[in-house]
């Protein structure tokens, strides 16, 4: 059995909702009482929105609440709004995900959901015990030009202020996985995808995927990835964030009281090279939410690297940080860069450091130089990253 985690600088506020959610041993009213003596509410507020464990712990809040009423009245009012609004938000998701599904399906175009109002129905029963911000959705490469032709026809723009002419060297395609696109008026994101994950990651192809995918409990007609290759794709995202939501976490409790095939798992973990991401996680879900682990899963958790790779997570666990588009502060940076380097092997360290040396549309913003000489953003590109720190610093 792997050693306990130190969870010594996780909050008592952090502790007590990490204590509801567990699964092994469902707290009481009377036990959820005492733990909440001289807890900062509003403190344990931020967790549960930061987290975006909400879905879940709101019916949990009312249904320990039914006969003594000890949670105060300003946290119930919060959750039940966020929770009412997260509904809302999931419904509509949910039309918008069956309607453009059935637009690629009218073109031919094969799709895969990958998160959103599919898993929150497949885990948690029902499409409001989960949150999502957007719609994932896998295609086949071959059919990208379609799909985007079909969501720039519905109204959907390309995200992320894109100039096609910062766009040097497929840069792109080398530096990410999907591209995003922003409905305006109906505020919905998709996140259109042609792998899974980073290029630095072995991964099955688009038709293995297809040949084991599964359809959503919501639509028959919409798909899903298979429960094996699920589970693999979202350890690997929530390696990625660094575990920095806890519903990520809580996806892979509820998916480890399904049924999977784990010869299948442990296949599709070696074969992309991260077995001890894997072990990572289920040690995070073991030892933080009570997961029950079949038996064929223990061997993964035995890694002193997983047991590592999952005390480094926490410091992402225990405190609201932002990562993404840039960590807030160096001292993140150098936390998650190091836990990044830690979770990657040999191979992919050296993908991830070249890519980091490859030029990027911030180098064009700098010096624009025509398309016949963009090769010389390479010897370039550390004078042009130095300029933009210099300018950084100086507004």
């Not at 320990?64 to 509904?87: A, C, G, I």
Request: proline share 4%; charged share 25%.
């Amino acid at each position: 059995m792997s050693r306990p985690l130190d969870v010594s600088s996780f909050s008592k506020e952090l502790k007590f909702m990490l204590n509801l959610l567990r699964s092994d041993c469902p707290i009481d009213a009377g036990e959820a009482i005492r733990q909440s003596k001289d807890l900062d509410w509003q403190s344990f507020l931020k967790l549960v929105t930061y987290h975006e464990t909400f879905p879940v712990l709101y019916p949990l809040l009312v249904q320990l609440n039914e006969e003594q009423r000890w949670t105060p009245d300003f946290v119930m009012n919060k959750l039940k709004t966020v929770y009412s609004r997260n509904t809302f938000e999931m419904l509509h998701l949910r039309g918008e995900m069956e309607r453009m599904n059935e637009k690629f399906a009218d073109q031919g175009i094969r799709s895969l959901i990958l998160k959103g109002p599919v898993l929150a129905a497949m885990l948690y029963g029902d499409i409001s015990g989960r949150t999502s911000g957007d719609l994932d959705i896998l295609v086949s490469k071959q059919d990208w030009d379609k799909c985007v032709k079909i969501l720039l026809g519905e109204g959907y723009v390309r995200g992320e202020q894109y100039d096609e002419s910062t766009e040097i060297l497929n840069n792109t395609e080398r530096k990410t996985h999907h591209i995003s696109y922003i409905h305006p008026q109906k505020r919905i994101e998709i996140e259109l995808h042609w792998r899974l994950n980073p290029d630095s990651v072995i991964e099955p192809t688009f038709e293995e995927l297809w040949s084991r995918r599964q359809s959503s409990l919501l639509n028959k007609s919409v798909f899903t990835l298979g429960s094996e290759d699920l589970f693999v794709y979202l350890i690997l995202h929530g390696t990625r964030h660094a575990w920095t939501s806890l519903r990520w976490l809580m996806d892979i409790d509820r998916m480890l009281s399904g049924f999977m095939n784990w010869n299948r798992v442990n296949q599709l973990f070696a074969a992309s090279r991260s077995t001890r991401l894997g072990g990572k996680a289920l040690i995070l879900s073991t030892q933080l939410l009570g997961s029950l682990l079949p038996e064929e899963a223990y061997a993964m958790t035995l890694d002193p690297k997983a047991h590592r790779l999952a005390q480094l997570a926490l410091i992402f666990i225990r405190q609201k940080v932002i990562l993404f588009p840039e960590p807030e502060s160096k001292e993140i940076a150098v936390a998650y860069n190091r836990y990044l380097l830690a979770s990657m092997t040999f191979r992919q360290r050296q993908f991830y450091i070249w890519n980091k040396l490859y030029p990027s549309s911030k180098d064009v913003t700098v010096l624009h130089l025509p398309k016949s000489m963009h090769f010389l953003y390479f010897p370039l590109r550390p004078f042009l990253w130095f300029w933009r720190q210099v300018k950084r610093q100086t507004t």
